[in-house]
């Protein structure tokens, strides 16, 4: 075993015949109405993890919880129909699946993937001097509790949807080629609490520039009106005191900061000889990528300026 589960990182890793191996697993609620794109974000939402380690996609297995007779049977075809689709641009076979009835729907992947063992991306690997790179904006969690409560349009949604469905796979493999041995996926513990597992797997503090964060349109308009998510508060708890958050944080920022992300992007800790080419590659190929820090030397947190 090269990665357990000691470093909070974002699969684990075994290693056979000189290769390693990457194994994860992953499944999520439906975050839109149209049931083949819930099924390529379910699916870009699961691989990520292999990507976020530095590893291309083997072959995954469909993971459906899937209910008895509230969703129509042509739905449940397209929801495979939409992750085959993405399994098939990151490269990856399907071999099966299981399915189980729930009364809530469900749908995801286990992955499996590959590496080159000296050029895993860890979350121990952080080192002082690093800048810190984010690949996605964040606020999905808000937006996607916004559309199910009527309370954001499809229209409005539609660019955070694109922005789940994008594969981390071009990320990483800009990341391995400038030389990023460090680096995590925000998902369902936000920015905050992927960003202190780094800081805590590596020994390091990272310091970070709030008005930087990347952010989806229509984020701080809807937490201005009340909308937030059932992980936010709970999220912010698990990081206690070492998120170290300036008195004057204005609110939507600080909510920000917590916001669980679907398929979010990669944080990316970057020799700094290297940052501005990797920035640089990553805004030409399509990312909405930004210099939001950089890691420094102390204890293990968060410091948000």
Partial sequence: MLVGPETADD??????????????AD???PVCDDARRFGRVAAANSLSDVFAMGG?????????????????QEDLAAILRGAAETLAEAGGALLGGHSVRDHELKFGLAAIGRADPDRLLLNAAARPGDRLLLTKPL???????????????????????????????????????????????????GFAGHALEVARASGVTLAVRAADLPVHEGFERLVKKGVTTGSTRANRENCGAEADLPAGLPPARAELLFD??????????VPPES????????LAAGHTAADVGEVAAGPPRLVVV
């Fill in 275 to 282: 940052s501005s080419a990797l920035l640089d590659a990553l």
């Fill in 139 to 189: 606020g999905t969690g808000v937006l996607i509790n916004a559309f199910k409560l009527g309370k954001l349009d499809e229209a409005g949604l539609e660019p955070a949807l694109r922005e789940m469905e994008r594969l981390n796979r071009e990320a990483a493999r800009l990341a391995l080629l400038h030389g990023v041995r460090a680096a995590t996926d925000i998902t369902g513990f």
């Fill in 260 to 269: 669980p992300q679907t398929s979010g992007g990669l944080l990316l800790c």
């Fill in 27 to 29: 499944f999520i609620t």
């Fill in 11 to 24: 699969a684990g890793v075994y290693l056979l015949d000189g290769t390693a191996l990457i194994a994860t």
């Fill in 56 to 72: 291309e996609v083997l072959f995954a297995l469909n993971l459906c919880c899937f209910p008895e007779d509230r969703v129509a």
